[in-house]
DNA sequence: TTTATGGCTGTCA
DNA sequence: ATGACAGCCATAA
């Protein structure tokens, strides 16, 4: 269906965001990549730190690349967010990292699914 | 138009 | 494996 809208960064990262299933993660860097910025990771989490509506986007889904949490953002914490994960079935080692490639989440169409190289790091 | 910021990432020592 | 540095991108003022 043609979405493609002509919407700002930020929307494309809400929209992503908001596609992430429960019980899954993505890193800001794979947001980014699949925006069509790869490098534009920073961006993504500036646009989380815009949210409009935190109650309508599951940014406690999105972590980053090291699977680690690092949100400050405003009202939330990174506490709160590994709550929020843990419950949703998240499992955290303790360094407060996650398996991403476990967890980590890809859209319909998108690499990673039925990939397992490395996987360390 | 330029400057500054930031929930990041990858590479080097 | 850990610590430090620079790079990149988008937005707001």
Redesign the pocket.
Known sequence: MAEDTHE???EQVYEFVRQVPRGSVV???QVALELG?P?????????????PK?SDIP?WR?????GAI????RG?SADQQRAMLDDEGVVFDA?GRTDLKVYRWWPDGSPGTGDQETAA?
């Open positions: 700002t960064f930020y890193t800001y860097g910025s490098s534009a990771a920073r961006a993504v989490g500036y646009a989380l730190y815009f949210m935190p940014w999105v972590i980053n690349a090291r690092s949100y400050k953002g939330s360094d790091r």
